[in-house]
């Protein structure tokens, strides 16, 4: 059974930092896109950013082009998102998936979220 485990969220004020993880386990890394989804109280589910397969390109949403970067350690079956220049509309329960390419309609496999606050 596919197992993505996320971690890394937290409360943090307006314009710190977290690291969010995602290790992934029972599955070729390599062979998935990894994705980061979020969603907010109230909100539909949104994709935030995602490493592709093979080539590893990435996508960011356009809200946080310039303050989030992932990035993925093969060796460690372990794909990261730091946030930086968090804003309190950054809060969310953040979800970490697999699929075949990165895509807004979902995923195969989902991890359990981690909740990120941001304060004002």
């Known amino acids: 059974e596919v197992q993505l485990q996320a971690s890394g969220g937290g409360l943090v004020q307006a314009g710190g930092s977290l690291r969010l993880s995602c290790v992934a386990s029972r599955f070729t890394f390599d062979d998935h896109a990894i994705a980061w989804f979020r969603q907010a109280p109230g909100k539909e589910r949104e994709l935030v950013s995602c490493?592709?397969?093979?080539?590893?390109?990435?996508y960011y949403k356009d809200s946080v082009k310039g303050r989030f970067t992932i990035s993925s350690d093969n060796a460690k079956h372990t794909v990261y998102l730091q946030m930086n220049l968090l804003k309190p509309e950054d809060t969310a329960v953040y979800y970490c998936?697999?699929?075949?390419?990165?895509?807004?309609?979902?995923?195969?496999?989902w991890g359990q979220g981690t909740l990120v606050t941001v304060s004002s």
């Open positions: 998936a697999a699929n075949d390419k990165c895509s807004a309609g979902g995923a195969n496999f």
């Open positions: 490493i592709n397969r093979g080539d590893r390109g990435t």
